[in-house]
């Protein structure tokens, strides 16, 4: 299995700041056969299901402020997230599609500082 | 707008079944893979299992193996997740997904307790 390793835990971050998160998979998650980083990113705020944010390691879903952000590639992302809003305070994780069985990372909990 | 509802949950004794179900709103039902994924209470997210569009290829992590199956009716646009031989193991939220390769949407979840 894919292992994703995320850093850190957990985050607090002062509001109007930037926040980043990093994701480690144990194997590269490069879709060869169309080039494509089957990396996304969810947030999850308390008492509710988690939100697709980023698909493809780097492209917003519709809706998400373009304050959030993904980067990176073959085995290792992050999540951006700059001008930190009250809103924010969630908890994120990264997913792998690229293999089976799909894969998250622990999870990193964003609080406000 | 896309809406998944799931149902079924419930307290069952370990060793016991239950059977999940989602339905489907807002897109079409038939041209997406689907998931399950479940949470167990203050820990993070499973995968448990996925079906594609017609229900031909079903793919289960290896904890359920044997013990769950994923099955569709496109008909009556909903998923579903027979569960057997639960274990403690297994208490968890469940949530359907629409599944694109990452997970589009989700439903609020339906809370499964194994315990006696």
């Known amino acids: 299995d894919t292992v994703m390793t995320q850093s850190p835990d957990s985050l607090a971050v002062s509001l109007g700041e930037r926040a980043t998160i990093n994701c480690k998979s144990s194997?590269?998650?490069?879709?060869?056969?169309?080039?494509?980083?089957?990396l996304a990113w969810y947030q999850q705020k308390p008492g509710q299901p988690p939100k697709l944010l980023i698909y493809?390691?780097?492209t917003r879903e519709s809706g998400v402020p373009d304050r959030f952000s993904g980067s990176g590639a073959g085995t290792d992302f992050t999540l951006t997230i700059n001008s930190l809003q009250a809103e924010d305070v969630a908890v994120y994780y990264c997913?792998?599609?690229?293999?089976?069985?799909?894969?998250f990372g622990q999870g990193t909990k964003l609080e406000i500082k | 707008e896309v809406q998944l509802v799931e149902s079924g949950g419930g307290l069952v004794q370990p060793g016991g079944s239950l059977r999940l179900s989602c339905a489907a709103s807002?897109?079409?039902?038939?041209?997406?893979?689907m998931s399950w994924v479940r949470q167990a209470p203050g820990k993070g997210l499973e995968w448990v299992a996925n079906?594609?569009?017609?229900?031909?290829?079903?793919r289960l992590v290896d904890s359920v193996k044997g013990r769950f199956t994923i099955s569709r009716d496109n008909a009556k646009n909903s998923l579903y997740l027979q569960m057997n031989s639960l274990r403690a193991e297994d208490t968890a939220v469940y949530y359907c997904?629409?599944?694109?390769?990452?997970?589009?949407?989700w439903g609020q979840g339906t809370l499964v307790t194994v315990s006696s």
């Open positions: 997913h792998q599609h690229s293999t089976i069985p799909y894969t």
């Open positions: 194997q590269t998650v490069l879709y060869r056969s169309n080039n494509k980083n089957c």
């Open positions: 079906i594609n569009q017609d229900g031909s290829e079903k």
């Open positions: 997904a629409r599944d694109g390769g990452e997970l589009l949407n």
């Open positions: 807002g897109f079409t039902f038939n041209d997406y893979w």
């Open positions: 493809g390691a780097s």
